[in-house]
Nanobody, 126 residues
Framework: QVRLMESGGELVQTGGSLRLSCIIS????????AGWFRQAPGKEREGVSC????????DYGGRVEGRFTISRDNTKNTLTLQMNSLKPEDTAMYYC???????????????????WGQGTQVNVSS
């Protein structure tokens, strides 16, 4: 059974930092591209960042580029999102997701991802 479990979300002040983690089980993680997504109330799910299966390729949404860093450890089946300089508009439920991929790149389109976690809530106060 495939399972993705996020952790690390909490309430933080503007300008603060958080580190989100996702533990993946039930699949061979190195065969999958992975990403972080977020969804605020009343808004569509947004692709925050993604990483290729190797971790050599990463991509970021324009609103987080330069502030967030995605990383993965295929030996530990973990995906991480380091979030710095947080803003109130970063408030959302954050999800990790994985999709089978042997390609060199990744996609931030939620529609291509097969497996999802339950999410972890990030709240940034102004």
């Amino acid at each position: 059974q495939v399972r993705l479990m996020e952790s690390g979300g909490e309430l933080v002040q503007t300008g603060g930092s958080l580190r989100l983690s996702c533990i993946i089980s039930g699949l061979r993680f190195e065969d999958y591209a992975a990403g972080w997504f977020r969804q605020a109330p009343g808004k569509e799910r947004e692709g925050v960042s993604c990483t290729s299966w190797s971790g050599h390729y990463t991509d970021y949404g324009g609103r987080v580029e330069g502030r967030f860093t995605i990383s993965r450890d295929n030996t530990k089946n973990t995906l991480t999102l380091q979030m710095n300089s947080l803003k109130p508009e970063d408030t959302a439920m954050y999800y990790c997701a994985a999709t089978p991929s042997s390609g060199a790149a990744c996609s931030r389109d939620p529609k291509v991802y097969d497996y999802w976690g339950q999410g972890t809530q990030v709240n940034v106060s102004s």
